[in-house]
Every structure is written in C-alpha cells, then in structure tokens.
T-cell receptor, first 114, second 110 residues
Framework: DTGVSQNPRHKITKRGQNVTFRCDPI?????LYWYRQTLGQGPEFLTY????????KSRLLSDRFSAERPKGSFSTLEIQRTEQGDSAMYLC????????????FGPGTRLTVL | AQRVTQPEKLLSVFKGAPVELKCNYS??????LFWYVQYSRQRLQLLLR??SRESIKGFTADLNKGETSFHLKKPFAQEEDSAMYYC????????????FGTGTSLTVIP
C-alpha cells in the first residue's frame, strides 16, 4: 500500500461544469476527511466519513458540493456548477481508528476553474 | 468557534539557532493539538501531537492551556527543517473535525 491516493492530480474546467474527484484511503483506515486549501491558507475542513457514514459536514460547504463513500472504502467529492471561487487544492486524509488521530494525507487534486 | 492562529507567515533562522513557531488556539473544551509539516513537493504529514508528549526530529511542543498555546520549538535548527508548518486542533479529542492554522513557512539559512 502506497498511502492515500487522489485522482486526478490536476483538473482544469470551465465555469458551470461539474467535476468529480476520487480519494482512495489507506486500506484499513475507516475514517476519511476532505479538505480544501487555497493559496496562503491552511487546509479547511469540508466533510468527514466514518466507514460509509458521512458524520460531519462543514457549514461552509455549499449545496453544490456533495461527497460519498458508498462502500466505506474510496470516496468521491463532486462539485456541481463550478465557480471560479472553487479553484483550490482539494485534499483527502484518512485515519485508522484508535491511532491517536494521526491523519495520512493524499497528494491533493488541484482544481482550476476558468 | 474553534480557531487556530499562527501569527508568523514567514520565519527565517540561521542554522544552529533556536527556532520557535507560534500557535495559539481558541476553544472552550479540551482540544487535541497537532503539528503537521509539509516539505517541498511532499504531502502533509504529522510531525507531533500533544497527547503523546514526544520529540520528533528534535522538535517539541507543550500545550499551555492557560495561554491557549502550542508553540513548536527546536533548540538547534537544521537546513532540512525548512518547510511549511501547520498547527491543527481537534475538538474534544473526537477526531471528527480538524481545524488548521494558516501555516508558517520556515527557512533555515545555512
């Protein structure tokens, strides 16, 4: 296992299009997190899954954002009707429950909305 | 509301000098605090967490609840310490959410 992976690594889209990102956590990790990071800022929490259940969702998360983790393994983050303000790095992280909350991060997906 | 503040965006020190990266937080309960590091072209990784009271790569951090701080310290900086450092908080040790500061870019001058 090579750690958390994310695809694609880069995505360029036009405003108004829908995009979907995928995150594959470390195989035995049951907790999965999505973050957004813009230039000069730290990662901003978006949502959290424990197995397939989405347990937390940031109040800042627009209705255009939706995330799933259907079988408790990989997760997808979809952004509908993208806006230029959605341009950011989207990070995924996973945790093995009982590991003192050490997050393992993926390399991120960089989204550019033109 | 929870908040993590890292007042220094940029910090430069000479090799061998002590370094301190500041982190202050606001949270009314018992938080769990972390320091994450991102080296050039690498992904974010955990450096240390207050609960384990460990020293990693010569770095230490003490949780000061009175001052609501979790400053990261190292007595003698090395060139390989140059990186972006983020302080993070998890409320009530639940692991349900994590709040990150804006980060401090540390440059160790040879």
């Amino acid at each position: 296992d090579t750690g958390v992976s994310q695809n694609p690594r880069h995505k360029i889209t036009k405003r108004g299009q829908n995009v979907t990102f995928r995150c594959d956590p470390i195989s035995e990790h049951n907790r999965l997190y999505w973050y957004r990071q813009t230039l000069g800022q730290g990662p901003e929490f978006l949502t959290y899954f424990q197995n397939e259940a989405q347990l937390e969702k940031s109040r800042l998360l627009s209705d255009r954002f939706s995330a799933e983790r259907p079988k408790g393994s990989f997760s997808t983050l979809e952004i509908q009707r993208t806006e230029q303000g959605d341009s950011a790095m989207y990070l995924c992280a996973s945790i093995l429950e009982g590991s003192y909350n050490e997050q393992f991060f993926g390399p991120g997906t960089r989204l550019t909305v033109l | 509301a929870q908040r993590v503040t890292q007042p220094e965006k940029l910090l430069s020190v000479f090799k061998g000098a002590p370094v301190e990266l500041k982190c202050n937080y606001s949270y009314s309960g018992s938080p769990e605090l972390f320091w994450y590091v991102q080296y050039s072209r690498q992904r974010l990784q955990l450096l240390l967490r207050h609960i384990s009271r460990e020293s990693i790569k010569g770095f230490t951090a003490d949780l000061n609840k009175g001052e609501t701080s979790f400053h990261l310290k190292k007595p003698f900086a090395q060139e390989e310490d140059s990186a972006m450092y983020y302080c993070a908080l998890s409320p009530q040790n639940t692991g349900n959410q994590f709040y990150f500061g804006t980060g401090t870019s540390l440059t160790v001058i040879p």
